[in-house]
């Protein structure tokens, strides 16, 4: 296209027709370029080359190749150009180029801005989600409290005390980030893999009791340990249940389980949702998707559970078993107890 933009302007030019030249390529300077046809085509290939990865120093030896190109060709044919033409071949790449430029960053600082919108409302999502979820077991354990017929130093109270507690570290971390720009950096410890399904396990026995359904949990050798970081996964492991117990059938069952192997441990939440709808499992672990249609929640909770699963070098998945439910597998290296 450029090269027929070129022969165009050339041939206007040389007949005379200066202004037809100018309506094509654009006058030196690059003074109005971007309204002439070699502008709006040159603009259009900027925005193409960025959305297939290219840097700008590429967007501009994309021209200049085509340069060199040029002027190889000339040598082989022997056909030299006049400086004329010399003239309108350097003005024609200048406008292409500023012009290719031009859009190229703009579209990139649109997509910069973009991400970071994205990113800060990943962040805000992240923050008012596990607030939410930690005010919600907090509320239940209350009301449970509240009853008169549990003691307040028992576990329930226990259960009270650290969802308390997490929502402080949830505000202190959140003021953290906003004074220094940054979160703390995450520092990875071993801890009971018993001790911890159990914690995980009394909060969702509130669950259970709000929902009316039943909670299994399997029975983990106590010489079992995971090594990461311990609030990251119980919240990701809490997401998990407070979905398992939000989208089961009424009067059914969520099982939490843990199975070992050599080298890593496999946390599976089973629920009786009746099985996943079509291709949500492709999508429900992205921000803001949901895979059914409840839309009570921001669709964030499956994406934090997996970044924060990640971070510890761990996998979620899900399997989905249609006429059933699904199950979801948190996977992670296995470590022993000194």
Known sequence: MFLDQLTRTIE?????????????????????????????SATVHGGELLALG?????????????????????????APF????????????????????????????VEVARRQVEDENERLGFFAHELRNHLHVAKLAFAALESGRLPVGGSTGAVLRRSLGSMEGLINDSLAAVRD????????????????????GRVAQLYAADTGCVLRISEVDAQFAIEGNRELLMAALGNLLQNAFKFTRPGSEVTLRAQTSAYSINIDVEDCCGGLPEGSADTMFKPFKQGFDDKRGLGLGLSIARRSVEADRG???????PGKGCVFTISLPLRGLA
Do not use: K, W
């Not at 190749?65 to 040598?75: H, N």
């Open 54 to 78: 290219y840097t700008v120093d590429q967007v501009v030896h994309d021209y200049g190749d085509l340069c060199q190109a040029i002027t190889d060709l000339a040598v082989e044919r022997d």
């Open 12 to 40: 206007a030019e040389d007949d005379g027709d200066i202004a037809g030249g100018m309506r094509i390529s654009g006058a030196s300077g690059g003074e109005g370029s971007a309204l002439t046809e070699m502008g709006v």
């Open 181 to 200: 720009a940054a979160l703390a950096p995450l520092h990875p410890r071993i801890f009971s893999l018993a001790i911890f399904l159990a914690d995980a």
């Open 315 to 321: 996998r979620l998945t899900v399997q989905d078993r």
């Open 82 to 109: 006049s400086v004329d033409h010399f003239r309108t071949l350097n003005r024609c790449l200048d406008n292409a180029i500023a012009d290719a430029v031009t859009e190229f960053a703009a579209q990139r600082d």
